[in-house]
């Protein structure tokens, strides 16, 4: 079975899609890739998407391929339903008109997924999808309770030592995670703590939450679910219902609310980020596909901060603040709430990014964690460089 992950709405999810396919979002404790591989473990999967992605992200046909949307969350009935497909059937959700998985032979591209060449089977189960950057908090919680599920059932937790307080039911340990006079609470969602993990002293935790393998909540944290902090990511001060991908940073004092930050983001100290309106008003957040603010429904939304990008101290972001890949961002008051790729500045001045900086600085921080920035991820960090250069009017 050849299980190719397809890409869908990608305009509408940037900036985290200029660096990675959709299904390579993480929302709960899994990415979504991980939630399909963990329940088809038998599979090869690869990922239909943007050309420049290839180099990282490979697509391989076979005779049996399982196209399956990369936005959706896998759950055991989907799995189920998908498994059954025969050629050339597509899966189908006719109430929002979503292709959720197609059977076929042949080499198809995502154009090539409509319903009047295809037998279709309608899908009529609940399930969890990303649709817009802000579902990747706002749905968090939800997933994470899945994931737990899946991740532990009929599974042994490792012990909490006594220098700590839990109080609910839903705690998960892994093996070599070390947690230390922190007060961990699951009675409002699960809390699970990855291999190899550190809660430091004085943590406060609120379910639910997940932390990763190999990340860190720092001295004295203060953390509200739904939240996850990503593989070997450190976070301190306080944190509410966000979402960091992985390898990213926000390690010292100041707030992040209702929050995504991509990889290898760094937060300086005391950052602080807007999360509601003085005057609570509906959030309009900028969108890509747009070309401007769309309205999202929500009441609360603070940071969406793509790949790379930094933060200096007593750095302010305002209320639905959107930052590409790549930005460095500095100095006193608040920066607007679109920044580019590839911008350097603050609320006084902005100017380019120069990529040979950029990459000297990316090359650095990637070494610290023992990983080189290899041709592949420069070649697409360097096409979304020159795909962003119109938004750099500065």
Known sequence: MNFILFDTNRQNLLPFTYTRPVSEFRCGILTLREKWAKRISAANFSFLTEDYLAVKYSLNYTANNYYVNGSILSNDLLVEQIYLLQENQMLFDSLTSKVLAVRSSKKLNVSDFNTKDFEVVDFVENYLCIDNIWDIFSKNGAAIQEDFDLLTKGRTSQSLD???????????????????AAILNSTSGPIYIGKNAEVMEGSVVRGAFALCE?????????????TTIGPHSKVGGEVNNSVLFGFSNKGHDGFLGNSVLGEWCNLGADTNVSNLKNNYAEIKLWNFEKGGFKKTGLQFCGLMMGDHSKSGINTMFNTASVVGVSANIYGGGFPRNFVPSFAWGGAEKWMMYRFDKAMEVAGKVMERRGINLDEAEESILKHVFEATASYRNF
């Open 214 to 226: 190999g990340a860190t909540l720092k001295l004295s944290a203060k953390v509200y679910g739904p």
């Open 162 to 180: 006594n220098t700590n307080t839990h109080i609910g039911d839903q705690l998960f340990i892994e093996e070599g995670a070390k947690i230390q």
